[in-house]
């Protein structure tokens, strides 16, 4: 035994000696996953594959309370973690014991687990909370919308904090269940599937639920709560379409808002032909209620809405756009927020290609009307899309000059290489996150040509970009608008509303 011993203190000198180190010792998690843009958003030290979010809402008084299970795993040794989220905390389980918590800066909620995890090892946090979701002022202002009959937890990049405790950044995507209890006949509506119909509970509440079954971005979670009208079909492919209109929206609209929303599947049956297939269990969209939100957002499976969109008559473009973003932006998302365009841009190039599917107006007089009509000293040139800076997050740059961007890909490469550049994009990065010079190296490879001028012109250069039809242009009157320019721009004037 003691020659033993020797032997393993030599060796234990020797690797000493030769500078290998020790395992390294348990520490926190950071308090951001680093994003460039919004560095405490997120967080370190672990990933999550599963959210199980369980509610009850009352509209009268606006009090949710809730319990939030996350599964995840720890991806280092694990002392300390961070988890964003903003509402009153009662207890946090981890692992099945007691934790101490505090809050930090604000958003950042400090959880302290009674036993360190290994790297590697499974994390079952278990949050219970309260709060009312509306009076609670996070990165300067309350994304909750409280409704005249519920609310809406329908925001971009912040909205999880309001309700449910979480990983907040597009690069640690989750499957999700979301139920949630309000009073009967009142609609809760959210992502996915229903994994069951509503049921009815006491005291007069009914419960709904929602399942996700592909990886989902927090962001894109949503939650809706008011009086709404239902449909429901499905697709050709067997897809669940679920569609819901707010009871209190005008009836002047009404009829403008069903028949674009009813279009769903029909467009995103055209767009799987353009961008690969569908990459979800489920399709639709919300229409909210006048006057809470002035813009529409892309929520995985649904999006949601503003009846503003439809007070001018029916509008296929914002259905065009939003649908768009279920392959550009919720399958394949960004992996920091500077890379927006990847959502934007290819969102509006999307309307442009079913303008010219519609002969309203092809790609090419759309590109040539921008191109000739926005000042020089525009945002749009004084703004590179691939680095717009958090003002500019969603601004001209990013919609228009980002589909600009993918025009002048489009006219390079030819509509082969071009077509194949995006189904391909979406195939490999699905359910993925990705990155401008991730685009960019892959459009050189399908098409076998040195794009880098191309792109620093259009993506990095903070002005406007030279085209060669623009010279032969110079004298001439400026091009007339296309027919589908007036909807496309009104569409984009609310987006920016963001």
Do not use: C
Request: net charge negative; charged share 20%.
């Amino acid at each position: 035994m003691r020659r033993l011993l020797v032997a393993t203190l030599a060796t234990a000198l020797t690797l000493a000696g030769t500078g290998v180190a020790a395992q390294a010792a348990p520490a926190p998690g950071a308090p951001g996953i680093g994003d460039s843009y919004y560095p405490d958003y997120g967080n370190g030290g672990y990933d999550v594959s599963h959210y199980d979010i369980r509610l009850r809402y009352t509209p009268a008084t606006d009090r949710l309370t809730g319990t939030t299970t996350i599964l995840a795993t720890a991806t280092q040794d694990l002392n300390r973690l961070d988890l964003d989220f903003i509402l009153d905390v009662s207890s946090i389980q981890v692992n099945n014991r007691p934790a101490t918590f505090a809050r930090q800066g604000d958003h950042e909620l400090v959880v302290t687990p009674a036993r360190t995890v290994a790297k590697g090892g499974a994390l079952t946090i278990v949050v219970q909370y309260s709060g009312v979701p509306s009076t609670k002022v996070a990165a300067g202002y309350t994304a909750w919308t409280r409704t005249q009959d519920g609310a809406l937890a329908v925001g971009e990049p912040e909205i999880a904090w309001w309700w449910f405790p979480s990983n907040d950044h597009p690069t640690d995507k989750a499957t999700f269940d979301v139920s949630v209890s309000v009073p009967d006949g009142v609609e809760a509506i959210s992502n996915g599937v229903q994994p069951r119909p509503p049921v009815r509970e006491t005291l007069g509440y009914t419960r709904w639920s929602w399942r996700s079954l592909k990886p989902q971005a927090t962001y894109l979670t949503f939650l809706t709560i008011g009086q709404y009208d239902i449909t429901t079909d499905t697709t050709a492919d067997g897809s669940t379409v679920y569609n819901a209109y707010s009871q209190l929206i005008s009836p002047d609209f009404r009829a403008a808002a069903q028949s674009s929303v009813e279009r769903t599947a029909e467009i995103t049956d055209w767009e799987s032909t353009v961008f690969g297939p569908f990459p979800f269990e489920a399709r639709g969209g919300v229409v909210t209620p006048p006057g809470s939100i002035g813009f529409a957002l892309e929520n995985q499976t649904r999006p949601n809405f503003a009846d503003v969109f439809f007070r001018r008559g029916s509008n296929t473009s914002v259905i065009v756009h939003e649908n768009a973003h279920q392959w550009f932006g919720d399958s394949v998302s960004v992996q920091s927020w500077q890379n927006i365009w990847l959502n934007e841009g290819f969102a509006s190039y999307a309307e442009w290609l079913w303008s010219e599917k519609n002969d309203e107006g092809t790609a090419q007089e759309i590109f040539d009307y921008l191109y000739a009509t926005y000042p020089d000293d525009a945002s749009i040139w004084t703004t590179a899309p691939a680095d717009p800076g958090v003002d500019e997050l969603f601004g001209d740059a990013v919609y228009d000059r980002g589909a600009m961007t993918l025009h002048q890909l489009r006219l390079a490469v030819g509509d082969d290489d071009f077509f194949t550049i995006l189904r391909t994009w979406t195939a490999e990065h699905k359910y993925g996150n990705a990155t401008t010079a991730d685009f960019t190296a892959l459009a050189e490879k399908i098409s076998g040509q040195d794009l880098d001028a191309l792109f620093q012109a259009w993506l990095y250069t903070p002005s406007k970009p030279v085209v060669a039809s623009s010279l032969a242009r110079s004298a001439k009157a400026a091009p007339l608008a296309p027919k589908s320019w007036a909807q496309i721009s009104r569409t984009h004037q609310l987006l920016h509303e963001h």
